[in-house]
């Protein structure tokens, strides 16, 4: 059973930067998938980014892509998501999931293990 605990959200200004970690541990998950998730109140999860953990294909949301980079470090056990240039629409828990498939999907239901989150918080 794969363990995820996530770290780093917090409040920040509009424009401000922060790096969300995800640590791993117990399980399998190397040669999976593992990806962030966001929810912000009201609304259902949506996918924000996912890399697969050996060759490193990525992909990304619309609406952070070329402000929030995601990352990992086999080592470490720990998965990254680089987030710059934030608006307040970022707000929500942001949340990170494995999926014991290679292939990438954006779908929620396609990943078994997830965090318990991190609150993100965007102010104007």
């Known amino acids: 059973q794969v363990q995820l605990v996530e770290s780093g959200g917090g409040p920040v200004q509009a424009g401000d930067s922060l790096k969300l970690s995800c640590q791993a541990s117990g399980g399998m998950f190397v040669g999976y998938v593992m990806a962030w998730f966001r929810r912000a109140p009201g609304k259902e999860n949506e996918f924000v980014s996912a890399i697969n953990w050996i060759d490193r294909t990525k992909e990304y949301e619309d609406s952070v892509s070329g402000r929030f980079t995601i990352s990992r470090n086999t080592a470490k056990n720990t998965l990254y998501l680089q987030m710059n240039d934030l608006n307040p629409e970022d707000t929500a828990v942001y949340y990170c999931?494995?999926?014991?498939?290679?292939?990438?999907?954006?779908?929620?239901?396609?990943?078994?293990?997830w965090g318990r989150g991190t609150q993100v918080t965007v102010s104007s």
């Open positions: 999931a494995t999926r014991q498939r290679w292939d990438i999907v954006r779908d929620a239901s396609g990943y078994e293990s």
